[in-house]
């Protein structure tokens, strides 16, 4: 018995499970991965930079767009920083919004996740029924935003639509109708075979290596450490009760039922927001520039995202930085690779829910 | 392993969940944000909406009185509609349908009229 052949094989950076541009240059012998190279850099857009250019209260448009499935947050994230450099006090009305809009992305971002991730095992008819599900979110925010994903309704000093009882109302039963129909796919997420076969015991992280490789989010959550940055109680998640899940096992499928949970928690979230709603003004008028420096933390449905944002008195900010929930859980990604099968590095992209274009921004 | 049975068999027997597009549209919401129009009457070329603008698709030069926009560089955010103010612009709530050439929305207006100045 000889030395095994080592074959190198490209994963990406266009791939039919991955519609976002990422290369892993994955050594194999036989089957098995031993080693993987990633290479990033396809969707570098330079957003960061254009803080020099667009003035404090544009950035928020081009934060948004960092990210196309979690845009709400992003946007939610830099104005909650400018607000704390400028202490500008955010009408209650205005965070209760900012809460529904980001449970319904997260919901959305989750089950648009779960329909990829049933794709990547072949498991069609479960991802025809998610997106189906998801349709109706997308379309709930249109008809109270104007739009399906980037919604464009935060500012710096408050949100810049409000909705209306009766669309409250709408929003509640559409999220009794979401869990209706997402309780009748439940069985088939957590108990099939199939499901079960692809995702149990593969790319198992522990607690201390999670802890340890920095990741972030349902990744975090799936391998047992309690942590949402929720808990921080920005916007008006402190007046409101939720409890993070968590799973200790650590793996696939772990993390597939911390996300498939979150989905509940987040339809929870907009009822108890919806009925604790307060009314008043929606925002609040912004005068001068922003001072100092700030980090501020938002739960996005991928993890937690860290803004760290400088300011010099001037309408134009002097740094913007980003670190993306993606680019905390790629380190825990490429330890997860080596020793796994070929046909399982699809669903072990997938269950870190990879968001490059955020990475690289 | 028969747990996608019932939901398959819910839409086996169901009406189908996508519409036949071309045929059968959907109307837009009430408050959606298509596109961007200008009612260039009342327009006074203050340029308001271009310092406003966070993707830079406005141009307007009041010397020609001739607002321009960049339809395909929009992001239809509607920060320009809020900034508006004579309220001349607004949005159309049907989206901007694919083209097969590229034009800026080039619109000419009257020359604001300049008030009388008295001796």
Redesign the interface.
């Known amino acids: 018995m000889g030395e095994k052949r080592r074959t190198v094989i490209p994963f990406g950076p266009q791939h039919p499970v991955l519609p976002e541009p990422i290369q892993l240059k994955l050594v194999l012998e036989d089957e098995k991965v031993v080693e993987a190279v990633p290479q990033i850099g396809y969707v570098h857009r330079g957003l960061e930079r254009l803080v020099k250019v667009?003035d404090f209260?544009?950035?928020?448009?081009?934060a948004e767009?960092i990210c196309g499935i979690c845009s709400f947050q992003h946007a939610m994230t830099y104005s909650l920083g400018i607000e704390r450099l400028m202490n500008i006090e955010v009408p209650e009305r205005a965070n209760y919004l900012r809460v529904i809009w980001s449970e319904l992305h997260r919901v959305h971002s989750h089950l648009l996740w779960l329909g990829l991730l049933a794709d990547a095992f072949g498991f069609e008819?479960?991802f025809m029924?998610t997106w189906?599900i998801r349709?109706a979110v997308v379309?709930m925010m249109?008809?109270t935003a104007?739009?399906r994903v980037?919604i464009?309704t935060c500012q710096v000093g408050g949100v810049?639509?409000d909705i209306s009882p009766e669309m409250l109302q709408a929003i509640v039963k559409l999220t009794e109708r979401i869990e209706r129909e997402v309780k009748?796919?439940e069985?088939?997420v957590m108990?099939?075979?199939?499901v079960q076969k692809r995702t149990v015991g593969i790319g198992v992280i522990n607690k201390d290596q999670a802890w340890k490789l920095g990741m972030a989010g349902p990744m975090l959550r799936g391998s047992g450490v309690k942590w949402d940055a929720r808990m921080l109680g920005y916007a008006a998640y402190k007046h409101l009760n939720f409890e993070p899940v968590v799973e200790t096992a650590g793996d696939c499928y772990a993390r597939t039922v911390v996300r498939f949970r979150e989905i509940f928690v987040a339809l929870d979230l907009i009822r108890q927001a919806v009925a604790k709603i307060p009314a008043g003004e929606i925002n609040v008028p912004v005068k001068g520039n922003p001072t100092g420096e700030v980090m501020i933390q938002v739960e996005q449905p991928r993890g937690e995202v860290t803004y760290t944002l400088k300011a010099n008195g001037t309408k134009y900010l002097e740094r913007m930085h980003v670190r993306t929930p993606t680019f905390a859980n790629i380190p825990a990604f490429l330890t997860m690779l080596p020793g796994c099968e070929l046909a399982d590095v699809p669903v072990l992209a997938l269950t870190i829910d990879p968001c490059i274009s955020c990475t690289e921004r | 392993?028969f747990?996608?049975l019932?939901?398959?068999l819910?839409?086996w027997a169901g009406k189908p969940?996508t519409r036949l597009y071309p045929f059968d549209k959907r109307d837009a919401?009430?408050?959606?944000?298509g596109q961007l129009e200008i009612d260039i009457d009342n327009c006074i070329f203050c340029g308001i909406c271009v310092r406003?603008?966070?993707?830079t698709c406005l141009t307007v030069e009041k010397a020609n009185s001739k607002w321009e926009l960049d339809p395909y560089n929009c992001?239809?955010?509607?920060?320009c509609v809020?900034a508006c103010p004579k309220k001349c612009l607004h949005?159309n709530k049907n989206y901007r349908t694919a083209a097969y050439v590229k034009e800026n929305d080039s619109q000419i207006g009257k020359p604001p009229v300049k008030k009388a100045v008295v001796e």
Do not use: W
């Open positions: 667009r209260n544009q950035m928020v448009f081009v767009r008819a479960l029924e189906k349709e379309d249109e008809a104007g739009s980037i464009s810049r639509r009748a796919i069985h088939s108990n099939d075979y199939t | 392993m747990g996608m019932k939901p398959i819910k839409n969940a919401f009430e408050n959606a944000r406003k603008c966070p993707s992001v239809v955010c509607g920060v809020e949005m």
